[in-house]
């Protein structure tokens, strides 16, 4: 019938190939190139109502902003969202909890930054789908060690909006040594706007007055980002 609207079709877990699903990937490649929600989803083991779990675990990850996020979130609210009953709940908060409890007792197992990419892995899965402009800090030790990963803003971007003051105090907080800012772009095209750049400019120039070093700027879109550090867009 002309104007009807088929239903979408979401491929299930076991109807994707076996190379590319999560625990399959994580034992061929490594639990550190798999992404944040291969790995929740791993935690997560099955969809509900027809959904892939990939998707579930992305939902999740939107519904509370970050990672961290996910792992402030409460038992009940985590049960909130559709397709999370009070099992998955609570082996998503038993898993964070183990790794808080590993970043606490041994620093040294924090993960690295070295170049554009490890810090766009970081963040790419958890940013790369969300309706919203979110900016976030990676917060780095004296070895590019992650500290914390906090977001700052969320909501249209622009000189006028962010404030300088705000991501240095969260690094001051941090007793950060070094930091990177990360934003997403929405539509899914990581190319800096001027504005992106006269953000970066200002960041630049106040780290240097506060001993701070700002590294980088990672702009992320769908699957893909930009460097500003590695463009020179905002870098003397």
């Not at 976030?136 to 990963?149: A, C, E, P, Y």
């Amino acid at each position: 019938m002309q104007g009807e609207i088929k239903p979408t079709y979401i491929p299930m877990l076991r109807d994707m190939a076996a190379q590319d699903r999560p625990r399959e990937r994580l034992r061929q490649v490594g639990p550190g190139a798999v992404s944040t929600s291969e790995l929740l989803a791993i935690v997560l083991r099955t969809g509900t109502g027809g959904e892939n779990v990939l998707r579930l675990a992305e939902r999740l990850l939107a519904e509370f902003g970050s990672l961290p996020g996910l792992s402030r979130a409460s038992i009940t609210e985590l049960m909130h969202v559709k397709g999370v009953g009070e099992a998955k709940a609570s082996e998503v908060k038993a898993a964070l909890e183990l790794g808080r409890r590993l970043m606490a007792s041994a620093p040294e197992e924090r993960p690295l930054v070295s170049s554009p990419s490890d810090a766009a892995n970081l963040l790419m899965s958890e940013m790369m789908f969300l309706e919203q402009e979110h900016l976030r800090l990676i917060l780095l030790d004296t070895r590019n060690g992650v500290l914390q990963t906090p977001t700052i803003y969320v909501g249209s971007l622009n000189t006028s909006v962010v404030r300088i003051g705000e991501l240095f105090r969260a690094a001051l907080k941090a007793n950060a040594a070094a930091m990177i800012v990360v934003h997403n772009h929405p539509s899914g095209d990581p190319a800096p706007s001027p504005e992106d750049i006269q953000v970066t400019r200002k960041l630049v120039e106040a780290g240097k007055l506060m001993d701070i070093e700002v590294l980088d700027h990672i702009v992320i879109g769908h699957q893909k980002f930009v460097s500003l550090k590695e463009r020179g867009l905002g870098f003397s």
